[in-house]
């Protein structure tokens, strides 16, 4: 099984309809990210969280929002969805309990978004 | 802002040919610098990772890099490439001040012919 899944793997969706992508590890870490890769521009950061009651905004924040249900859950959601955000995300995790940050970052699968 | 560029998009090459990828951060502080690879359909993995000490570092299936602090650069090496190399490669730098947040390069997509 792998140590970070994301759901759905694949969506279709229309603009203005309202999308989550959620994201949970088995890694017992305690941060957690979600990227967006496009083709030519890398990953960008959309949010991420270092722990449970803490979330801040990536680079490309606007459109999206995010919720840490636990330490092993971190969701994104589109409220309004619309075409420009037609992407592939991955959330990814990284550990610091129990020592140094090793700063390696474990990705999930990806989850492809296509809004109509 | 911090920026992370990496110079060629794509990539072709033959098999034992030897590859070499370029990449280069805006940044005057102290930086960890990283190397991922994506093979087609998979998710990124780390290939290789420099935090400090010897400049030159060895990842996994037979890459380098280097670091070269004067110039702002963590170039990838192969000697010699495989048709498996075939893949997406991403150079990312942490800013030690920002705290774990990678910064990535735009990737190199890579294709070895056999």
């Known amino acids: 099984d792998a140590d970070v899944t994301q759901t759905p793997r694949n969506r279709i969706t229309k603009t203005g309809k309202r999308i989550m992508l959620e994201c949970s590890q088995t890694?017992?870490?305690?941060?957690m990210y979600w990227y967006r890769q496009d083709p030519g521009l890398g990953l960008r950061l959309i949010y991420y969280?270092?722990?449970?009651?803490?979330?801040n905004k990536g680079e490309i924040s606007d459109g999206y929002s995010v919720s840490r249900q636990a330490q092993a859950k971190f969701s994104l959601s589109l409220e309004s969805a619309i075409p420009n955000q037609t992407a592939l995300y991955f959330c990814?995790?990284?550990?610091?309990?129990?020592?140094?940050?090793?700063?390696?970052?474990?990705f999930g699968e990806g989850s492809r978004l296509t809004v109509l | 802002a911090q920026s992370v560029s990496q110079h060629n998009h794509h990539v072709i090459l033959s098999e034992a040919a030897s590859l070499e990828l370029g990449c280069n951060y805006s940044?005057?502080?102290?930086?960890?610098l990283f190397w991922y690879v994506q093979y087609p359909g998979q998710h990124l993995q780390l290939l290789l990772k420099y935090f400090s000490g010897d400049p030159l570092v060895k990842g996994i299936k037979g890459f380098e890099a280097e670091f070269i602090k004067s110039k702002f650069s963590f170039n990838l090496r192969k000697p010699s490439v495989q048709w498996s190399d075939t893949a997406e490669y991403f150079c990312?730098?942490?800013?030690?001040?920002?705290?774990?947040?990678?910064?990535f390069g735009g990737g190199t997509r890579v294709l070895v012919k056999p």
């Open positions: 969280s270092f722990d449970v009651k803490d979330i």
């Open positions: 990814a995790t990284s550990g610091t309990t129990g020592g140094p940050n090793t700063g390696e970052l474990f």
């Open positions: 890694k017992g870490h305690d941060r």
């Open positions: 990312a730098v942490e800013m030690r001040a920002a705290g774990n947040k990678l910064t």
């Open positions: 940044y005057g502080g102290t930086v960890n």
